[in-house]
């Protein structure tokens, strides 16, 4: 009787120290492991039926009562009537920080996610009207209030996750919006110090699903664009998103033989002509933003003016607002308007020469350079006969 006794005391504690201790932590292969069983689909886990994007709807409630019983501070390790749940490794529930996973046997699923860095949190977007979350609570954790709970935006509530001895798969939350429809949330560490953040799983009603983080809209920084052939030009783009980390996007050229881009968004001039340069979000929501791409060839020559004369006044207002007014030729004022372009799509050099001959020392021929970035404007006046 004696050795009995022994044996079970062991097994006892060696399942509770499975709960509350992290001396139990597994290899880095093991948790990849416990990662990959997680997502799989259409197997039944834990007490429920698995809906086919891994959820597991509840069929029983707390203590078998018949409505739902349970409360705030209660383990809860089945999801109740009326509500599913998603194990915190669902690949929609987003964790936007330093986040790392514990495995211990007493988690749901046997693992859970946790963060020891002020600002991190975990963000899910969903359809439905209510969510629960569940989460240990601990004694290595501050006893005070440091999660801040944001539906659709809004601070609404603060969780407190300590506890004086360990506690594994707690419902620590419990919200309901006014109305069924999409909603985002995001649970985000506000501690001052002490691993303060972690949950294990999420509850929300069983006829709502999660919603895979998508992109709400795309920008570039230009919508039209005018290069020379052989000039280059970076075209950036904008993501906004609701819940989405992945911000990243796809370039392509409506036609490569007039203009390139590569996966940054430069975009290199070919031959002339016109080209749509067009950016497309990565993340499944498709969203694209382009811009138009007008090519000429660095040798057509600038068209001349219609002009009554070969001689004009050529205006120059500086940044200064000092106004230099130069009697050139058309020539000139062709060549001058060809170097702006040029100078204005960044290349050529940084001035312009006027060769200035006054008529009091005609032996004597000044030359005034004009500085493209001290330019703010100019005018060309035509001389007519």
Known sequence: MKKRFKVTLVVFLVVVLGCFSQAFAATNQNTKLNRIVKQIRNVKLLDGTTTDDGGVVGTSNLNGTADNSAKVGEVLKNPEIGWKRYDDSNIKILKIGNWANEILAGYYNGGQFYSNTIGDSFKFKFYGSKFRIIASVYNNRINDYQNEVLADGNSVDKINTYNSTGICQVLV????????????????????????????????????????????????????????????????????????TNKNVTWTSSDPSIATVDSTGKVTAVKAGTATITATTTDGSNLSASCTVTVTDSSTPTPTPTNNSDKSVLNITMTNGQVKQYNVTMDTVNKFISWYRLRSAGSGDPFYEFDITQTSSPDIIKTDYVVFDKISSFEVDDYTK
Do not use: C, M, W
């Open 173 to 244: 939350y419990e919200y309901t919006f006014n109305s069924f429809g999409t909603h985002v949330v995001e649970i985000k560490d506000i501690a001052k110090d002490g691993r303060a953040i972690g949950f294990d799983a999420v509850d929300i009603d069983s006829t709502g699903y999660l919603i895979n983080p998508s992109a709400t809209g795309i920008t570039l920084n230009k919508t039209a664009d005018s290069l020379t052939v052989g000039q280059t030009d970076t075209i950036t783009s904008t993501v906004t998103s609701d819940s989405s």
